[in-house]
C-alpha cells in the first residue's frame, strides 16, 4: 500500500465519518502552509488522505484494493508491474510503424483500466471571502456555478420526453465493442465501451431536442454554502454532489475553500478572540473603565488598580462559538502607556513619588 491514509489521518480503521472530518480539520489547521510553521506536502497529503476516506465508494475501494484503486494516487507501482522497466521496447524489431499503447493493453488484461465502473462527474473547487465576523458566528452564502448540469428537459436519458429507447446498432445492444489492435505480443482482442450508448446498449428513438442527446448541457445553478460557526481561514467545505454532471452516472463535489478576512483589532486564538488596549498610567495605578467593542456590540471593562503591563483580562462567553450554549472568552492583553513628555506640575508629582518610593 502506497499511502496508509488512515495512518496520515492518525485514526483507526473503523473511525466514523465525524472521527475523519474532525482529524482532518485538526491536521488541516496544524499543517496549513499559511500559517507559521506549516507544511505545504504534509497538508496535501493529509488533504488526499480526507478526499479519499470521506467519499464511502473511495474508501471502500481503499479499503479493498488499498491506494492503487481506480481513482487513488498509487503512483509508480499502480499498474502491478511495478519495477518492470519497459523503456527496452521503444524500437522493438518488428514494431516500426505499429500503434499500441502499454497503459490500453495492461488496461485491458487486469480489469480494464477502471472502465465500466460507474462514472462521476468531475470535482469543482471555488473561493470564498467572509468577514471577521461571519468566521466566527457562522454564515450563509449564496453563489452561482456554471457547471455541467442534467439536462432538464429528458433528466439524462438523451430522449426526446415520451420516446422509447431502441438497441443500439454500433454495439448491438451490448454497451460494449470488441476491437481487434495489433501489438508487439501480436493481434489481441480488447473490449471497450460503446461510446454511442455509453454503455447503456441502448438510445432514445428520437434525441432530446434541448440536450441533442447528450443528457447533459452547460448551465448555471445557484447554490447555498452553509458556513459553520468558528470556521478557520483556508478551510475547505465539501458538498457532496454538487460538482458537475455525469450522464448516467454520479455527479463530482463541490470544494469551497474559505478565505477570512482579517479584522481591524481581533485576532482568533484557538476558541478566544484577543484584543490589545492601550491603558493610561493612572489608571493602571489607579484603576479606570474603558469602553470596548466587541463582536456583540460595547461592554465596559473596568481595570483594577495595580496592574502590570502585558497583563490579560479575561471576559468569560464573548469568543468563538464552540456549540450552541458554549463559547470562549474575549481577551485582552493591557498595555500601559508612558507619557513622552510631563507638564511642570506631573513631573513635580512624579518626584514626590519617586520620593516616597514609588
Known amino acids: 500500500m502506497a499511502n496508509d491514509y488512515y495512518k496520515i489521518l492518525g485514526i483507526n480503521k473503523d473511525a466514523t465519518k465525524d472521527d475523519i472530518k474532525k482529524a482532518f480539520r485538526k491536521l488541516a ?13 504534509k497538508f496535501k497529503e493529509i488533504n488526499e488522505a480526507y478526499q479519499i476516506l470521506s467519499d464511502d465508494s473511495k474508501r471502500a475501494s481503499y479499503d479493498t484494493y488499498g491506494s492503487a484503486f481506480p481513482g487513488g494516487n498509487a503512483g509508480p507501482q499502480a499498474n502491478g508491474f511495478g519495477g518492470f522497466d519497459f523503456s527496452g521496447f521503444q524500437g522493438f524489431n518488428g514494431t516500426e510503424g505499429m500503434e499500441f499503447d502499454l497503459g490500453d493493453i495492461f488496461g485491458d ?10 462514472k462521476r462527474g468531475r470535482d469543482i473547487s471555488i473561493d470564498l471571502e467572509i468577514p471577521f465576523a461571519e468566521s466566527v458566528f457562522g454564515t450563509e452564502r449564496k453563489v452561482l456555478i456554471s457547471k455541467t448540469l442534467v439536462c ?49 446498449g441502448e438510445v432514445p428513438s428520437e434525441k432530446c431536442g434541448k440536450c441533442h442527446g447528450a443528457g447533459a448541457l452547460r448551465g448555471q445553478e445557484e447554490m447555498r454554502i452553509s458556513i459553520p460557526a468558528g470556521i478557520s481561514n483556508g478551510e475547505v467545505i465539501r458538498m457532496s454532489g454538487k460538482g ?5 452516472g454520479i455527479a463530482g463535489d463541490l470544494y469551497a475553500k474559505i478565505h ?10 484557538g476558541m478566544n478572540l484577543a484584543m490589545n488596549l492601550d491603558i493610561k498610567l493612572s489608571d493602571a495605578l489607579l484603576g479606570g473603565e ?6 456583540d456590540g460595547k461592554i465596559s471593562v473596568k481595570i483594577p488598580e495595580g496592574v502590570a503591563h502585558g497583563e490579560i483580562l479575561r471576559v468569560r462567553g464573548k469568543g468563538v462559538p464552540m456549540d450552541k450554549t458554549h463559547r470562549g472568552d474575549f481577551l485582552i492583553k493591557l498595555n500601559i502607556k508612558l507619557p513622552k513628555k510631563l507638564s511642570r506640575k506631573a513631573r513635580k508629582l512624579f518626584e514626590d513619588l519617586k520620593e516616597e518610593g514609588i
Open 29 to 41: 489547521h496544524q499543517y496549513h502552509p499559511d500559517k507559521q510553521g506549516g507544511n505545504e506536502a
Open 109 to 118: 488484461f487486469f480489469g480494464n483500466g477502471g472502465r465500466g465502473q460507474i
Open 152 to 200: 432538464s428537459e429528458c433528466h439524462g436519458t438523451g430522449g426526446k420526453p415520451g420516446t422509447k429507447m431502441k438497441k443500439c446498432e454500433t454495439c448491438n445492444g451490448q454497451g460494449k465493442v470488441h476491437e481487434a489492435k495489433r501489438t508487439i505480443f501480436g493481434n489481441i482482442s480488447t473490449v471497450r465501451e460503446c461510446s454511442t450508448c455509453i454503455g447503456k
Open 244 to 248: 458537475e454532471a455525469a450522464p448516467g
Open 260 to 269: 477570512c478576512l482579517p479584522h481591524a483589532f481581533l485576532k482568533r486564538e
Open 290 to 295: 474603558y469602553p470596548i467593542e466587541t463582536l
